[in-house]
């Protein structure tokens, strides 16, 4: 149910290691805010667009991950465009949908491993401070992707049981059993993660 | 942390994540769907308490970081963040601890009913939405360029739908503090 939004592939923006193409994603991001110049953004938006599909994402598969993202960019385009003036709607437009597409671009080529073990790594100087642990985090993230299913199965089951009693399903009265049903179970969790000594002290 | 409070987080996450899951709902006086997910923000504070709520959202924002389409409408990666919206995702995080700790401090499982309604409504309104909008605005305003005035006040169209997930969170708050009490409570 919960797949990434990777994509298999041995481009150039694939063999580029993650810390590097993060890097270089807030660079950019940087200084496209710098840039206001149209004859330098319009080949930004372009050039961000080329590195999308070189990817190897189909074009439908691309418009539909980006569209909503870029539905609310044409919006705020289309506010300058009509309070500001038509270049800087352009402007604005050609700057927010080339950060878009390059942080889309770094989201394909990246799978969700080499990402996790990314900030694992990030994550150990704060672990010296007592912040945080690394493992907590990795453990967390399994639980969560390892639940959501489960979750949402019981969900169902909460709907049908409306409509068995001929209730109307309301979000108040499916929420409730939801959540402390969800929250019980914890205890059992956590008692079977101990069990098994995933946590050494 | 003990294991408890982590698998208390990564199901309260998962729960985060499932809300978006379910169809949008829209309301014929609101000009905008709502998607039940940032209710899930402000319950989180109201359930979980400041830390452990603002944890859970910070997972599923890890969740989105990393690549997994866990947003509603199967929105995910690092483009969402990018994006003019960004704002709003990130004050997620700080409105789950604003609310959770209010929440920490008004609410008493001895107190009257009605007490206990009113501490939710103001630990979500707070927490889940000014502290959210407080984020969300100066984003969308400075990704907006020249036109942020008009831009920040579109976003209001947003304001009473949220209004009505403050108040389902209120309802639910309080069910589940009757029904199984995680808050932790502090004078």
Redesign the interface.
């Known amino acids: 149910m919960l797949n990434g939004l990777d994509i298999e592939g041995n481009s150039p923006l694939h063999r580029l290691p993650v810390r590097g193409k993060l890097i270089l994603l807030f660079v950019a991001a940087i200084v496209l805010f710098l840039l206001s110049d149209l004859r330098l953004l319009a080949p930004a938006l372009a050039l961000s667009a080329a590195l999308y599909l070189s990817t190897g994402i189909g074009v439908a598969e691309a418009m539909r991950r980006t569209r909503f993202v870029l539905f609310t960019v044409l919006l705020v385009a289309a506010a300058n465009y009509f309070f500001q003036s038509p270049h800087e709607g352009a402007v604005v437009f050609c700057r927010l949908s080339t950060l878009v597409l390059l942080a889309a671009a770094v989201t394909a080529t990246t799978g969700i491993s080499a990402f996790m073990d990314e900030i694992t790594r990030l994550l150990t100087p704060l672990e010296r401070f007592g912040f945080v642990r690394a493992a907590d985090v990795s453990l967390a993230v399994g639980l969560v992707i390892r639940f959501v299913p489960e979750i949402f199965a019981r969900y169902g089951e909460i709907v049908a049981a409306h409509k068995a009693r001929g209730l109307p399903v309301r979000p108040l009265t499916t929420l409730t059993p939801l959540i402390i049903l969800t929250l019980k179970d914890a205890d059992t969790i956590a008692m079977a993660i101990d069990a098994r000594g995933f946590r050494r002290h | 942390?003990?294991?408890?409070d982590?698998?208390?987080?990564?199901?309260?996450?998962?729960?985060i994540?499932?809300l978006g899951?379910?169809p949008p709902?829209t309301l014929g006086f609101i000009p905008v769907p709502i998607t039940?997910q940032s209710?899930g923000v402000m319950?989180a504070g109201c359930?979980l308490g400041a830390k452990r709520g603002a944890a859970a959202v910070l997972?599923?924002l890890?969740?989105v970081?990393?690549?997994?389409?866990?947003l509603s409408?199967g929105?995910?990666?690092?483009?969402?963040?990018?994006?003019?919206?960004g704002g709003y995702l990130v004050g997620w995080v700080f409105g789950a601890f604003v609310c959770g700790l209010i929440a920490e401090r008004l609410v008493r499982e001895e107190q009257p009913e009605l007490s206990q309604f009113l501490s939710f409504l103001a630990a979500s309104v707070i927490g889940g939405i000014a502290v959210v909008y407080l984020f969300g605005m100066p984003w969308?305003a400075y990704?907006?360029?020249?036109?942020f005035l008009?831009?920040a006040a579109?976003s209001l169209v947003f304001l009473p739908g949220d209004l009505i997930k403050a108040f389902?969170a209120m309802?639910?708050g309080r069910?589940?503090l009757a029904?199984?009490p995680?808050l932790p409570q502090r004078a």
Request: glycine residues 12%; aromatic residues 4%.
């Open positions: 942390m003990n294991t408890r982590i698998v208390l987080i990564a199901l309260f996450a998962a729960i994540v499932v899951l379910l709902i039940a209710l319950l359930i997972l599923v890890l969740l970081a990393i690549g997994l389409p866990v409408g929105r995910g990666g690092l483009a969402v963040f990018a994006g003019p919206t969308l990704m907006s360029g020249k036109a008009q831009t579109a389902v309802l639910a069910a589940v029904g199984y995680l």
